[in-house]
């Protein structure tokens, strides 16, 4: 079972965002081990040894749901089992950061606040594994 972890800066402090965050945790757990980190909204993320580093920034390739899950599919039969995924906050990711990891996505053109990008975040990698999977979650 891949590991996950996503190292965020800025913390969930309103229970609609909380309580997204669970449910799609939750649902990740059949799927992967999931780990989430945070530090305060100015402090870079924490970073993660030994994890495959994925920065997300505005400036990072953009990839279709079917893309994610099969880059997903491909972490796995590689062997590939720590993955990190970065989110930055008010102030985005420290380039010192970005520089360690092998990839850098972004989840828009636009520029989402911290919650909202792990909130999404979540949501396609339940997606991601959804179709891996067969299900017709993703239509």
Not at 29 to 51: G, Y
Not at 79 to 100: H, T
Request: hydrophobic share 40%.
């Amino acid at each position: 079972m891949i590991h996950i972890a996503i190292s965020c800066a800025g913390k969930l402090d309103k229970p609609y965002w909380q309580a997204a965050a669970q449910e799609y945790t939750k649902r990740l757990s059949a799927f992967c081990k999931l780990q989430v980190t945070e530090a305060d909204d100015r402090a870079a993320p924490r970073f993660m040894e030994k994890h495959h580093g994925i920065a997300l920034c505005i400036g990072g390739a953009e990839l279709s749901s079917e893309e994610l899950a099969a880059q997903l599919q491909l972490w796995q039969n590689t062997g590939l089992s720590r993955v990190c995924f970065y989110i930055g906050g008010s102030d985005g990711l420290p380039q010192s950061l970005i520089d360690k990891t092998q990839q850098t996505l972004s989840l828009s053109h636009m520029t989402w606040p911290h919650a909202v990008a792990r909130v999404l975040l979540l949501e396609q990698l339940y997606r991601s594994f959804q179709i891996l999977s067969g299900s017709a979650y993703h239509k």
